[in-house]
């Protein structure tokens, strides 16, 4: 008569994290999932898009949640599986989660804040945000889509970037070995040959929306015991698919982990007092809610999917996707699913009037919806996962090295608008368009690096489901 516990989808990048993604799942998540009496099963992710395929067969019903544990590439493959769907209207409301296991952990660290934590890196924000999942609690994801020159589109919920941002996480792809460090190696190399860009930026600015952040606010969690990454300001309060399934052998070290016999029934836990039962509390399907890492073949001798004990027969899996409804305005944007970019013309029509457009020489622009763009990196702090807004920032030509560094300092604790940095260029909008006028460059959408050229975008508030945990009811570490 009980409720099931929720069951949990697991896609890991076993070599995310310099390759201690799947040791740390074994270690750390798993025990921790399996006594929160979460059901689960695990599936290592083999080759790049493999996640992306695997949700767009998935047969949602089964599953409450699809959890990844790896980069923010990860997720990324499968928000856009997900939306390639017939089925994308449902599907995307399949909530989501990220248990952070990558070198890029921008979505972790708004989480990690968003739940009360102080700001922090590696294995202590795996562990802060496997906490969070096992309490329970979703928020709605705004997602951002993104048509590029070609007329493709995509789907991102991190951002959108141009310049040096973009230079230094593709140009950092080689040293992915130092983890988060790589970003500091990148700031100080791309520090040393600053570069400008030509451009025309437009944007149609969200009405009642502040021009600029307060410039007084600054973050107010401890300072991250971390190195230097990138960042902006403080917070307010069917058919199958043919996937081959194992039971786990692994040794892992918790007795919570014991078979379906065992005379120990895994209990639904409360984690502390006053707060309702877990499984009650979990926004799974039966209540009424800087790069990515490399997808490599798995090592030999390793799982190819895990069951948790308490999971007696694994779900199966279906087949492929359709295509994107005509847009009532114009016509279809793109051969993926989505909802239709009502705010946006054709990439080569001329803008609508209520549009703001400059044409200058930008060092960086940033579109951004989380706040965080790294683990420890605060761009916007004052961002919400649900504000229905894109957070543009640019940085004009001119700016001195020595001030550049000072923002991206200042970004550690989300402080550099209150710099006063003439340079530096904020605005909240609803959708916006670049058009590149420098023959080279680099852009990339949520770290993935795609066609250069024109491109534009608009958000979709309240788009997809995330995981969180509960606000803040934890509280920073003193």
Known sequence: MLPRPPRLLLLVNPFGGRGLAWQWCKSHVLPMIAEAGLSFNLIQTERQNHARELVQGLSLSEWDAIITLSGDGLLYEVLNGLLARPDWKEAVKKPVGILPCGSGNALAGAVNQHGGFASVIGLDLLLNCSLLLCRGGSRPLDLLSVTLASGSRCFSFLSVAWGFVSDVDIQTERFRALGSARFTLGTVLGLATLHTYRGRLSYLPATGEPASPKPGSTHNLPRAK??????????????????????????????????????????????????????????????????????????????????????????????????????????????????????????????????????????????????????????????????????????????????????????????????????????????????????????????????????????????????????????PEP
């Open 226 to 475: 971390s190195e230097l990454t990138l960042t902006p300001e403080p917070a307010p309060p069917a058919t199958h698919s043919p996937l081959h399934r194992s039971v786990s052998d692994l040794p892992l070290p918790l007795p919570v982990l014991a078979s379906p016999g065992s005379p120990e029934p895994l209990p639904v836990l409360s984690l502390n007092s006053g707060c309702p039962e877990l499984a009650g509390d979990w926004g799974g399907a039966e209540d009424a809610p800087l790069s990515p890492d490399p997808l490599l073949p798995s090592p030999p001798c390793s799982p190819r999917a895990v069951l948790s004990p308490i999971t007696k027969n694994p779900p199966e899996m279906p087949a492929p996707p359709g295509h994107l409804p005509p847009c009532p305005d114009g016509p279809e944007i793109a051969p993926s699913g989505g909802p239709p970019d009502h705010l946006l013309p054709p990439l080569d029509a001329p803008l609508p009037t209520g549009w703001v457009t400059m044409e200058e020489d930008f060092v960086l622009m940033l579109a951004i919806l989380p706040s965080h763009l790294g683990a420890d990196l605060v761009a916007v702090p004052h961002a919400r996962f649900d504000d229905g807004l894109v957070h543009l920032c640019w940085v004009r030509g001119g700016i001195s090295r020595a001030n550049l560094l000072r923002i991206f300092l200042a970004m550690d604790r989300g402080s550099h608008f209150g710099l006063g940095c003439p340079q530096l260029g904020y605005a909240a909008v609803r959708a916006f368009r670049l058009e590149p006028l420098t023959p080279r460059g680099v852009l990339t959408v949520d770290g993935e690096m795609v066609e250069y050229g024109p491109v534009q975008a608009q958000v979709h508030p309240g788009l997809g489901t995330l995981l969180t945990g509960p606000p803040g009811l934890l509280g």
